[in-house]
């Protein structure tokens, strides 16, 4: 599974270089300068980076670091006995692999729906929607806690960007059209 | 010379907004320092909205200030739970633990946010020092010679990767520097891979991909994975102001070690690629090293907590000059910081000394300001702030994400910079889960249109033979070394333990 992983990010990178090298030979002299100089060694490079990735057998897992036992490690070195850290507590850790996959999709679906909210609704309409059921069914906080935090978010983002830094936010593609309907 | 640098330091404390400007950002990043799951970097990223319309000092200062101080609170979970936030702090954590648990939580505190104060402020007087020395160099270097340090950057930054991950931060720079292509060509004015589509005339935003690769990923893997908290009571840890004060006594006591370890960690910091841990690492290795009781180190001895403290916060000065003047970021969070600065209008390199000495030595002075307003506000707050290290930071996820997807609009206005995060965020968090570094990125992309103008420039005056200059010859040399440092590395994965641990 990691190995897919590994090479594809590599297979991702070469197909990112070698189309735009090939699309890079449309342009005229001056222009494809750069993105050939760039994308040929990219090119190169990502051939070199897959043969080595082929080279690691396969089945063998990139270890994850674990940087507080190295930096253990490490110390007993420098001072010449163990060394111990103490150690967080991690909230709402995911159960298993599974658990972690759900997470993945449901946190991807939150941002993707929040980017899609201000697209089409713009951010004010979508900014407390997307705390609030961030907060609510996510975070696991409380009705209260969540819709006080909205409130008070909401407010301040508005306060900060609009009010204070003069910012005019998107108000989104469907938004104007909404409200039109409603004015008849 | 001295009229600029005293002139920089009346602008900046004479002018209130200013200030409160620096009082702000000193504030918030202490508070980002200390919250679990913001890095550094993470904070600039988020920051760069804020600066938006800013003047360009100002802007500058304030991103500079939250940067510098970040490690400033970051030890604070390390001293009193024993849990480092990262490398940096994890040195400390071998002495600043164990002081804590003989019920020195307040002397080691004490003596650790002193220390990063005077290493901070030690860090800024080794650039200014090395201002002079450097400006013949700096003005030395020809179009030919920046498009070569481009190329270096990406090297140094791809190495900073470290183990096998060489050619994989090689090409993440090269994707970067890729990228940096689309747009106008400024030579043949071709909209290269923009089609019809306008709002890539311009190129890609740097923000919207800063914010892509380094916040969304963070927050999704949050998300994912879930907070991490000090597992230990604030209870088990009192202390006393009393305490502290015996603390900020001991770095005056042991001036000669801050001194020294000052020094190093800002030279360190010059050293692009090195890696944030490394001045740490070898500072407690220098304080073990010269002590005449290293047998005290790991049981609570106060050099131990000064020695990493003062390098750690002296290099961030270090890592600017490289920064600044060769527009060769010293670490990951400077590259994050020079895209900021290249927003405000700040364009690293030779000019940095002819014409923007001015704002070179204002941000030098941020730096000693900032250190010194942290250090006072830290010493009596450092109670409160412990608190943030209980914080569950999943809480945290959907105000950064929207703080992101704000960033990501208000740098051009255009809504289509929101499907450019989306592509990126998804490239950034692939990149994430399989293990290949992101900073390399940045520079490639900040580095990519500056290499561009110098290559064609370096073309049309020497032709190829531009490659044949001695300096560019060096930077040759150098590009070619650091390869085959790394690779020598790839096949030895703990030499440069080795290396930090002997020295």
Known sequence: MIMIQRQSMTVFMLAVF???????????????????????PGILLCCLQIALDFRKKVGVQDEEKDEIHEAELKAAKLVGHNVEFGHAAVIDAPKDQ????????????YFLGFLSGVLLFGFWASIPIFLLSFLKERAGATWTKSITLTCIASVAF????????GVSLYTGLLTGLILDRIAG | MFDVMFGALGALVTNPQTMGLMLVAVMIGLIVGATPGIGGRLSIALAIPFVFGMDMTQGAVFLLCMHAVNGTSGQISSIMFGVPG?????????DGYPMAKK???????GASITASGVGGIIGAIVFAVMIPVLEPIVLAFSPAEFFLLAILGITFIAFLAGGDNIFKGMIVGLFGMMLATIGMDP?????????????????????TCVLALFAVPEMITLAVKGGSIAAISMENVKFSYKQIFQGVMEVPRHWFLALRTSIIGAMIGMVPGLGGSAAAWLCYGH?????????????????????????????EGGSLLPTLFFGIPGSSGMAVMMGAFLILGIQPGPAMITKHLDLVWTLIWALVVGNLIAVSFLLFITRWVAVLTFINATMLVPFIVVLVVIGAYVNEGQWENLLILLAMSCVGYAML?????????????VLGRIAEESLHKALDLWGMAFFTRPISLVLIAMIIATIALAIYRSRKPNALDHMQVSA
């Open chain 1, 18 to 40: 070698s189309i735009m090298v090939v699309i890079a030979f449309s342009y005229p002299e001056g222009a494809r300068f750069m993105p050939l100089t760039v994308g040929i």
């Open chain 2, 187 to 207: 030579q043949t004015g071709t909209a290269r891979y923009a089609g019809d589509y306008l709002f890539l005339w311009d190129g890609v935003s740097l923000v």
């Open chain 2, 86 to 94: 990262d490398g940096d702090d994890a040195a400390t954590t071998i």
């Open chain 2, 433 to 445: 889960r399989a293990n290949w570094p992101r900073a390399p990125f940045v520079i490639g992309l």
């Open chain 1, 98 to 109: 599974k658990e972690e996959a759900r997470r993945e999709l449901i946190t991807w679906g």
């Open chain 1, 158 to 165: 508005y306060f900060i960007f609009a009010k204070g830094l």
């Open chain 2, 287 to 315: 304080a073990v090293q010269t002590s005449k009781h290293p047998e005290r180190f790991g049981h609570g001895a106060v050099e131990g907590v000064i020695a990493p403290e003062t390098a750690s916060n002296a290099k």
């Open chain 2, 103 to 109: 019920g020195e939580a307040g002397r080691a505190l």
